[in-house]
């Protein structure tokens, strides 16, 4: 204790200077109004400073709590989608003529000169060759060959998938063939001139065949292009599916197919 007063002792001019600066510091502060606005200035900055450092190492010890919190919101959010995305198909149950079968896309090509589509759904879920397949959004293209549990597919990016199809404002039949451009868009055939087609025109399935029932979108008119000694329009079609994401599909069933081709074939 002595020691610690002796220190005091001696070091008394630098604690009496001190004290006279703290003192001065105090007395402007208080009776000068610009830098009484200053120090406030500062100290609320400094203060904000502090909070936000704080801050900011909570929240980097809160990142596990907060990212788990975060996957289990984006599994639900996602399932609740694919339950919204589902509703739209389920006229096709309705329907006495069709049956729809859910599969997981499990490998897609979609940059190549002809693509393909691998499901993981089969024989022994009742997939057989030639049925339609579609997503939540539109047309994805028809089933090529099956094994028990997979398929593949013909995409809609494949040029000898020639799907008929027909303009919804107008009714007019017409064809929509990829043309191994771009791999979001397919050339649409065959509409006569006399036609008023318009940018925008929504194009759907004409349901006559069994593969796909009638007005499933395929996708809206995005160029339109004809002249004087045309008979048909020369046109594109932005198709309704994003192949670059296709994740899950469903495949049509037409109950009633055989029937209609033992009819067909007398």
């Given at each position: 204790?002595?020691?610690?007063?002796?220190?005091?002792?001696?070091?008394?001019?630098?604690?009496?200077?001190l004290?006279?600066?703290?003192?001065s510091a105090?007395?402007?502060?208080?009776?000068?109004?610009?830098?009484n606005?200053?120090?406030l200035?500062?100290?609320?900055?400094?203060?904000?400073?502090i909070?936000?450092?704080?801050?900011d190492?909570n929240?980097?010890?809160?990142?596990?709590e907060?990212?788990?919190?975060?996957?289990?919101?984006?599994?639900?959010?996602?399932q609740e989608?694919?339950?919204?995305r589902?509703?739209k198909l389920?006229?096709?149950?309705?329907?006495d003529?069709?049956?729809v079968i859910?599969?997981?896309?499990?490998?897609?090509?979609?940059?190549?000169?002809?693509?393909?589509?691998t499901i993981?759904?089969?024989?022994?879920d009742?997939v057989?060759?030639?049925?339609?397949?579609?997503s939540?959004?539109?047309?994805?293209?028809?089933?090529?060959s099956?094994?028990d549990n997979?398929?593949?597919?013909?995409?809609?990016?494949h040029p000898?998938?020639?799907?008929?199809?027909?303009?919804?404002?107008?009714?007019?039949?017409?064809t929509?063939?990829?043309?191994?451009?771009?791999?979001?868009?397919?050339?649409l055939?065959?509409?006569?001139?006399?036609?008023?087609?318009?940018?925008g025109?929504?194009?759907?399935t004409?349901?006559?065949?069994?593969?796909?029932?009638e007005n499933?979108?395929?996708?809206v008119v995005?160029?339109?292009?004809?002249?004087?000694?045309?008979?048909?329009?020369?046109?594109?079609?932005?198709?309704?599916?994003?192949f670059?994401?296709?994740?899950?599909?469903f495949?049509?069933?037409?109950?009633?197919?055989?029937?209609?081709?033992?009819?067909?074939?007398l």
């Amino acid at each position: 204790m002595q020691r610690l007063l002796d220190f005091l002792y001696q070091q008394r001019e630098i604690a009496v200077f001190l004290g006279l600066e703290i003192l001065s510091a105090w007395l402007l502060i208080n009776f000068n109004n610009r830098y009484n606005a200053s120090f406030l200035n500062s100290s609320n900055e400094a203060a904000a400073s502090i909070t936000q450092t704080t801050n900011d190492i909570n929240d980097y010890f809160q990142l596990s709590e907060i990212n788990e919190q975060l996957m289990l919101e984006n599994e639900q959010l996602q399932q609740e989608l694919r339950m919204l995305r589902s509703e739209k198909l389920n006229f096709l149950d309705t329907v006495d003529q069709y049956r729809v079968i859910g599969a997981r896309v499990i490998n897609n090509t979609f940059e190549r000169a002809e693509n393909f589509v691998t499901i993981s759904a089969g024989v022994m879920d009742s997939v057989e060759v030639g049925m339609g397949v579609i997503s939540s959004f539109g047309v994805v293209g028809q089933v090529k060959s099956v094994s028990d549990n997979f398929a593949t597919i013909y995409s809609l990016l494949h040029p000898k998938v020639l799907l008929s199809a027909k303009v919804k404002r107008t009714d007019t039949k017409c064809t929509v063939q990829w043309d191994q451009e771009t791999f979001d868009r397919a050339a649409l055939k065959y509409i006569p001139r006399h036609i008023k087609m318009k940018v925008g025109d929504s194009i759907v399935t004409s349901g006559f065949n069994s593969v796909f029932p009638e007005n499933i979108l395929v996708g809206v008119v995005d160029e339109l292009h004809l002249e004087e000694h045309m008979t048909f329009y020369e046109a594109k079609v932005k198709l309704a599916t994003d192949f670059t994401s296709l994740y899950h599909v469903f495949v049509i069933k037409d109950v009633m197919k055989n029937e209609k081709d033992s009819l067909e074939a007398l």
